[in-house]
């Protein structure tokens, strides 16, 4: 995303002196401002609406079902701003744990709303690395059916993007910056560390 708020926000949160709070205050905000570019081609219909002044019509939203799909932990630190835009979607959770020595997600909970098959679904996860969690993730939701899935991310690594679109070349990536790559230990370079850690203050 080419936008100089993100960008300043980006880079606040990159600083290793920033503060659990302050860190999940700017991710909160950067969410937001991701979540704008992730929605604007969802389908609208036409009401009519009267105003103070007299009846029209105007659009809006042609669904009312929407499911944020957090992977667990760190994706839980984008619900709070995806809710703020979105108050009225449902949440739903996966929780993957990424082997430290394979590098390989595996998956610990899943959890979602009756229905969300049907639904647009936007996956959640402030770090795309390997691409392996999103990857899985995606996998997962499509065996249940699922065929409007979207992903949302802050940071990632080229590696990680590529991935994604030769493994889901169907399911557009929304995020806020691509970084130079990965390290030996499969961390985003320059990055802003662990976002899970930074989140809830575990680091």
Known sequence: MDHPLIEAKLTQMRNEATTPPEFRSLLRE?????????TRD???????????????????????FFTLVPILRAGLGMVEGMLELM????????????????????????????????????????????GGSAIDAISRLKDRGCQNIRLVNIIGAPEGVGAVQQ?????????????????????????????????????
């Open 167 to 203: 493994a889901h070349p169907d399911v557009d990536i929304y995020i806020a910056a691509v970084d130079e790559g990965l390290n030996e230990n499969a961390y985003i370079v320059p990055g802003l560390g662990d976002a899970g850690d930074r989140i809830f203050g575990t680091c």
């Open 87 to 130: 108050p009225f979607a449902h949440v739903g959770h996966i929780g993957l744990v990424r082997n430290e020595e394979t590098h390989v997600p595996e998956e610990y909970y899943y959890k979602m709303p009756p229905g969300f098959e049907h639904s647009v679904v936007l996956v959640l996860d402030p770090m795309l690395a390997t």
């Open 30 to 38: 950067v969410t937001l401002l991701l979540g704008f570019e992730a």
């Open 42 to 64: 969802l389908p609208t219909k036409e009401v009519t609406v009267k105003t103070p002044i007299c009846e029209s019509t105007f659009p809006t939203l042609d669904a009312d």
